[in-house]
Each structure stands twice: as C-alpha cells, then as structure tokens.
C-alpha cells in the first residue's frame, strides 16, 4: 500500500533520544514510517507500541517482535498501554492530521482534488461522515464548524448557501459542494478556501481537537521523568493546543504557582520549533505546513 515518506522524519525520532532499552509510542502509525526508524535505533530489550485507528494503516504492520501495532485511536493510549502491562514510557511521537495515503484515496473524500462521496472518517467504521454534517447539521452549528475549525470569516453565508441548496436536493460529493459554494471561490484563492472547508469539516466529523486534547493530557501522566514528547502539527489550531501542553499543561486558564511564585508546569521544552528545509518541501509539498514540537517531562 503506497504511504509517502513521514514529514521530518529523522528530526522527530532525534527528539526522542532513544535509549536501546526504552519503552516507546508511534500513536499515528500510518505507512509506519516512524515506527520503522524508532526501531532502527531500539536494542533488544527495547519495546515500540504503535496506534492507528485507520484499517488501511494496519496492513503496514510490522513483523517485529518488539512491536505492537493497536487498532484503536490513540484518545485510548493510557488505557491500552495499561492493558499491555506498561503505565510510563520514554517517549511519545505523534504525527497529526490526515496521511498523505487517506489525502492520496479518492474514495475516502478528503481531497479537493477528487469527486468521492462525503465521507472523510479516519476510522472507517465510525458512524457520523461529511455527508451528516453538511446535509442535518443547522445553519448555525455549521457555520460555527465552518468558523472555528476553518477560520473561515464567510462561515455564515456559507453555511446559509449550504441549507438553502440541500433543501432542493442533498449534497452527496466533494465536487458538489464545490458547486455550492462556488461564488465564495475566486479562482486566486480557490484551493486554499476549499481546503479550509474541507478541514473544519473534517476535523468535526472526527473530533479531532477533542481528541488532541484528550490525548495531550494523557502524556504527562504516561511519561517517566526526562521522557521525551515529539510532535508534528500541520495546522494552527493544533500547533497551538501542542504548543499550550508545553508552557502551561493545560489549554485554558493558568498553571499553579509554586511557594515562590514560579509557574509549576509538566514539560520544558526541548530546542526550538523545527520545520521542514526546502528541499523536503520540494520533495512533499504537504510538508509545508509541518511544524515539529519537542518537550521533556520535569
């Protein structure tokens, strides 16, 4: 099955700083790519679980007797670590958003690019698709979704042309949508609108900033003491509830302060931000937007 190469690749297994006898986490496997390089560096008493909930992903398994791929989303890391007999561990890679694969699967109705039924589930069996969300949420739930998850500022007048269309007939695929809300596409800004459609949809119809969220938490009661979190976001608004975890250990509010005034935070952050050379943008133009954070846990 045809994965692309990972985004930063070798700069977010090197902030992991693998010990050859650590216990470590891929919680988005995908072509496993990464996990393949973690295990590269691991010895063999070194033990890599890896979590993808997308069962295209877990055809790639590895034959590897250090290795644990798990079929679930990794909103359940801490629950199935703990069924696997292992409640720390040295490290945490994640590589958010949707794989260059699912993006590549016409199918799957995440692109732009292709006319598929709206569908866009990571998890395959998962009930709610894009098709839901366009065609029976109300105007005002949509345009929030529209808003808060695309950063859209025409979100009502879309979300009002939306309604008003599938009250003639529903909105099945990809390209009928674009038709819909064709006058909101002005030929210079087309594909970076669209794009920013198709996200807030997608990130509803997978809760995907509820479960970053959820997952994020759970990384500072799982990692041992120095243990390393290394991860990739490709879009603000999970660079930012990453880049939160990191300062502060939590996404609203303060942090406690400790008898000296001093904030008491979970992490320390680890180098500066990294983003991906030109020539790796050359080579994988989803790279562009990649940002790398990398933490340690106090």
Known sequence: ????????????????????????????????????????????????????????????????????????????????????????????????????????????????????????????????????????????????VLFQYGELRGSRAMAAKIVEARQESKIKTSFELKNVLSKFLPKAKAHKILAQIFQAIRIEVNKELEVLKEFLLQTIDLLEEGGKISIISYHSLEDRLVKRLIQKGMFEGEPKRDFYGNFTVPFKKDGKLIVPNKEEISKNSRARSAKLRVAFKI
């Open 1 to 144: 099955m045809e994965y692309h190469n990972p985004v930063l690749l070798q700069e977010s297994v090197d902030g992991l700083d693998i010990k050859p006898d650590g216990i470590y986490v891929d919680v988005t496997f995908g072509g496993g790519g990464h996990s393949r390089e973690i295990l590269k560096r691991l010895g063999e008493k070194g033990k890599l679980f890896a979590f993808d909930q997308d069962l295209d992903a877990i055809k790639n398994t590895i034959d590897d007797e250090r290795f644990v791929l798990i079929n679930e989303n990794f909103r359940f890391v801490k629950q199935f670590l703990r069924l696997n007999g292992y409640k720390k561990v040295d490290g945490i890679l994640a590589d958010l958003g949707v794989s260059s694969h699912q993006f590549d699967v016409a199918e799957r109705g995440f692109s732009t690019r292709f006319d598929a039924e709206l569908d866009m589930r990571m998890n395959q069996e998962g009930k709610k698709t894009a098709y839901d969300v366009v065609n029976f949420y109300s105007e005002e739930v949509l345009a929030n």
